[in-house]
């Protein structure tokens, strides 16, 4: 016998009849609609449906039924699918029936209201950053983003964090992410390949770059992935086309002077962000003056962080001119950078523009007592709505406490003053909290933490807050207040509003002081009175 016929006949053929395609199920959906909204023995007893309400619940019977015939072809023994058809069908019919028995549902607020008990909560975020981190091989990606293969999902949202792809797994998603390109808004693949090898790394990124690359995203999270340069352009697909981003973190991402200004590069429009997030990268003073030209290429930026990104003197120079032209601005984090005293000036210059801001944290920039005073005195007289003042770790000392006590006794919104490791001592402790005694009901939280206070200053700053109804933590920590001292706080926040409760932890106050302290402050212990009495010169203005 010929070798091919013997071939052919032998050859055996295998027809899956699971899944249906997604003209097949469209049109069962079309049938549903049609039976449902016709007029038969149902609707003159229970009422007759509009298409629109026919057609939403069909949509809700197809969507469950092929959910449950597809874990039902997973269990099928002949594996060919008609099984699965059959369920597939009889369920169709059921749920169909129930909904004819129980009529039209009437609509509230103008809206179609599925009816047959198959009404769901729409699942619009699609997460599996849950748990500890894994390793997502193909096999697993298959599983996991089953859910976002299902024709009629309403994902929008969808966050891949917490998972490291490898290779094979990227490209098992990405034919399921371009399926969605017309619905996803929101995209978190934060940390998403941990561990990998940087080839593997960036090759999973591109993956994913053009599957995803169209999508007009308005939330864009490329966090915790080392992209430095070459990560940034591994993603230029996707940046590319971006013209409609409110929303985008590069947080912790190894953005170097290159990579800052690939990422300034690639974004064509940033004229619609309201929120960018830069904390924890090796930006340096050449990144942040690229990311300064971002900034003056967004207007209605709202939220802006810069944080430990070793920006110093001349990038924070650029950084705060940038931000005057962001009159829209609300909150601003620079912490932990090495700005100095003409950075902290510029800055000041910044803040008589940005009117709208309710939270700064200046943190850790070096501004000494210069830069506090230019920055105090701006926020005297502008940011009228200021909740949060955070300008610890600046080295500002008792020349600085004037302009602070007068900023600080402006803002009635304030809720949390951050003013640890400092040198404020008992004077300086002494001047703030009489400059916060009256008025700031709204006050939370106060940290002088580090700040060589004592006896005096430790009872000024109880008695400033005890009043407060809605305080709730005061931070004394790391001080030199003698046990006495201690006892008195906790007594005078007992006779007010508020429990010894909101005392923080002083688990580093040295109740001894330092010998050095001791020699330099003479007398520590020194009345209330009298200490009072040497501060009159210090003018508190309200």
């Not at 561990?195 to 169209?214: C, Q, T």
């Not at 305080?471 to 007992?494: A, R, S, T």
Request: hydrophobic share 40%.
């Amino acid at each position: 016998m010929d070798p091919t016929a013997q071939e052919f006949q032998t050859r055996t053929f295998s027809i899956k009849l699971w899944p249906p395609s997604a003209s097949t199920r469209a049109t069962l959906v079309d049938k549903m609609t049609k039976n449902l909204s016709s007029e038969t023995i149902f609707s003159r007893k229970y009422g007759l449906l509009s298409k629109e309400e026919a057609y939403e619940n069909a949509k809700h019977i197809e969507d469950e039924c092929f959910i449950a015939a597809s874990e039902h072809f997973q269990n099928e023994p002949d594996g060919d699918g008609s099984s699965a058809v059959q369920f597939y069908a009889k369920q169709s019919s059921k749920l169909m029936l129930e909904v004819l028995k129980r009529g039209p549902k009437a609509k509230e607020n103008g809206e179609v209201t599925a009816v047959g008990g198959l009404a769901k909560t729409v699942e619009t975020l699609f997460d599996i950053s849950g748990g500890k981190r894994t390793f997502i091989e193909a096999e697993e990606a298959r599983e996991l983003l089953r859910p976002l293969a299902v024709q009629g999902n309403s994902y929008s949202k969808i966050c891949f964090s917490n998972r490291s792809f490898s290779v094979e797994a990227a490209h098992v998603a990405a034919p399921i992410l371009a399926s969605l390109k017309e619905q996803l808004t929101e995209v978190n693949l934060s940390d998403f390949v941990a561990g990998r090898p940087e080839d593997d790394a960036l090759e999973v990124m591109k993956i994913f770059s053009s599957a995803l690359e169209g999508t007009v995203l308005r939330y864009l999270n490329l966090s915790d992935n080392a992209l430095g340069e070459k990560g940034v352009r591994a993603f230029g697909a996707l940046l590319k086309s971006q013209n409609s981003l409110e929303e985008l973190y590069l947080m912790n991402d190894g953005i170097s002077e290159e990579a800052a200004k690939a990422v300034c590069e690639l974004i064509p429009s940033t004229d619609k962000l309201t929120t960018l997030h830069f904390h924890n990268n090796m930006t340096g003073d050449e990144g942040a003056i690229a990311i300064s030209k971002l900034l003056k290429c967004s207007p209605l930026l709202e939220d802006f962080r810069c944080s430990s990104t070793r920006v110093g003197s001349d990038g924070g120079i650029e950084l705060a001119k940038a931000l005057e032209t962001c009159t829209h601005l609300r909150n601003i984090d620079l912490r932990d950078n090495i700005f100095g005293v003409d950075a902290g000036i510029a800055l000041s210059k910044a803040m008589e523009k940005l009117v709208h801001v309710t939270e700064i944290y200046l943190s850790y920039l070096n501004l000494e007592d210069k830069g506090a005073v230019a920055i105090a005195n701006a926020l005297k007289n502008f940011a009228p709505s200021l909740q949060v003042l955070d300008i610890g770790g600046n080295d500002i000392t008792l020349r600085a406490v004037p302009a602070l006590a007068d900023c600080i006794a402006a803002k009635k919104s304030l809720r949390k003053l951050f003013l640890f490791e400092n040198e404020l001592k008992d004077q300086g402790a002494v001047v703030i909290g009489k400059a916060l005694e009256d008025d700031h009901p709204l006050l939370e939280e106060l940290d002088l933490s580090s700040n060589m206070i004592r006896r005096v200053g430790a009872r000024c700053l109880a008695q400033a807050v005890s009043d407060k109804p809605n305080f709730k933590l005061l931070n004394i920590n790391g001080n030199f207040i003698p046990d006495e001292g201690i006892d008195e706080v906790k007594e005078i926040l007992k006779q007010g509003k508020n429990s010894e409760d909101v005392l923080g932890s002083l688990d580093e106050n040295d109740p001894e002081g330092s010998e050095d302290q001791e020699e330099e402050d003479g007398e520590a212990e020194v009345e209330q009175g009298e200490l009072e009495s040497k501060l009159h010169h210090l003018k508190v203005e309200d």
